[in-house]
């Protein structure tokens, strides 16, 4: 393979050779570590979005890589036609972590999504007694679960759905953080499941009122519905707890002392499960929900292959013993605080928000401007890489093994390149 020898050298190969479905900034990484990523020139920069949450551990810890590399001197694929001896420590370890009776592993958050969706359906007609082919799932504006014909079916987003029709029947859409909307909508006849995410990420780090979440997951179980928590982005420590639905603490929605649990029936998770390592995906359910998935209804060649396996018990311990939830909480008070104190400094930033390092700051313009692009193109001059998301909305998301000392080094230059930009 040739490599690359200048980053104007990979963004002209990837430009001439590769669909343009992304619009990345102008920055060639050829290196990760930790919070850090270089780029083809060797320049270091902080990584602020940890490529959308899936590397909350860290670019390439060693512990994760370590178990990706024994692994696959091993065996890496068998697929689901013979057992191998990782899936089943593996399903066994992932299901007490997170306090359900069963897993199913697939590989790419849509595909999480996905089997959501067929096991909500399938439950709604084989135990809720739906009639057939009439199951309705309420999701929510400005949601995103992926790029899959029936996922962008119900996006709000108009670059995703636009010409991709005909689209997928049976979901209704509702305005976020609104209990009563969702009250209203589950009088109607034939609703199988609700999709939430429990912050809403790429629409710009929204971040639900307070006992909101704990409402869905009630109003859920008076309705006889599914709540299915879409945690690819927001779990696995991100957030300040194991989940965002626990809140502040790593109960998976099983906490003792919450009063209402807001435990999810299918609880769906991605990204970080993996550690950014491999692509790992699951769906998480109780029995009673999860035997309505039978021999022949669902599965994936790659879907719990054994280097999936492997990483992802490496990830989700390195989780636990490195204490990367306690440090998102921690450190996103912090950041919060200073960027708060910030905007008293700026007319440029109106707000800050988000929960453990999961944050955003909104750019004072209009949606259609470039500022937060310009922004970001300064930052990653000054040696901090963020993107925005949509409209003029910055996400903050570095990898959760951050240090206090570091975080203040990028809080200085995020302050100092807007300021930069408020003078020019
Ligand atoms: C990233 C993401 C997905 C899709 O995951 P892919 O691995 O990109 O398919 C789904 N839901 C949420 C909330 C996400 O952030």
Not at 44 to 69: E, M, T, W
Not at 215 to 226: I, P, R, Y
Request: charged content about 20%; hydrophobic content about 40%.
């Amino acid at each position: 393979m040739e490599l690359v020898q200048t980053s104007n050298d990979a963004i002209t190969l990837e430009n001439k050779y590769g669909a343009h479905n992304y619009h990345p900034l102008p920055v060639v990484l050829a290196k990760g570590e930790g919070v850090y990523v270089w780029d083809v020139e060797g320049k270091k920069y902080f990584d602020f979005l940890s490529s959308y949450s899936a590397v909350n551990q860290g670019h390439c810890h060693p512990r994760i890589v370590g178990a990706l590399k024994e692994q696959a001197d091993k065996l890496t694929l068998t697929s689901r036609a013979f057992y191998n001896d990782v899936l089943g420590p593996y399903e066994k370890y992932v299901t007490e972590y997170f306090g359900f009776d069963k897993v199913l592993p697939m590989n790419t958050g849509a595909e999480a999504v996905e089997t959501a969706i067929k096991i909500c359906r399938k439950w709604g007609y084989e135990k809720k007694g739906v009639a057939e082919n009439q199951g309705k799932i309420i999701v929510f504006d400005q949601n995103f679960h992926g790029r899959t014909t029936t996922i962008i079916s119900f996006s709000s987003d108009p670059d995703a759905r636009k010409n991709f029709g005909p689209y997928t029947s049976g979901f209704i859409k509702i305005p976020y953080n609104d209990p009563k909307a969702l009250a209203e909508a589950l009088k109607e006849d034939g609703i199988v499941g609700v999709l939430i995410e429990p912050i809403q990420g790429e629409a710009g780090v929204f971040v639900p009122d307070e006992g909101f979440l704990n409402e869905v997951a009630s109003l859920c179980k008076s309705h006889n519905v599914l709540f299915m928590a879409d945690e690819i982005q927001t779990g696995i420590g991100r957030t300040g707890g194991l989940l965002a639905i626990c809140g502040n603490c790593d109960c998976a929605g099983h906490c003792e002392k919450q009063s209402t649990y807001a435990t999810p029936d299918l609880l769906i998770l991605g990204k970080a499960i993996s550690g950014g390592v491999y692509p790992v995906s699951a769906v998480l359910a109780n029995d009673e929900i999860m035997e309505v998935i039978t021999p022949g209804t669902h599965g994936s060649t790659f879907g719990g292959n054994p280097l999936a396996g492997a990483v992802a018990m490496a990830a989700l311990e390195v989780i636990r013993d490195e204490k990367l939830t306690q440090n998102a909480r921690k450190l996103g008070e912090l950041f919060r605080d200073r960027m708060n104190k910030f905007i008293e400094r700026t007319e440029l930033v109106t707000l800050v928000r988000g929960k453990g390092l999961l944050n955003a700051i909104v750019i004072n313009d209009t949606e259609d401007s470039s500022t937060a692009w310009d922004i970001c193109v300064a930052l990653k001059e000054n040696g901090l890489l963020a993107k925005p998301t949509h409209g003029n909305i910055i996400r903050f998301a570095p990898p959760l093994v951050m240090t206090e000392e570091e975080l203040h080094s990028c809080c200085d230059i995020i302050e100092s390149t807007i300021l930069e930009f408020t003078a020019v």
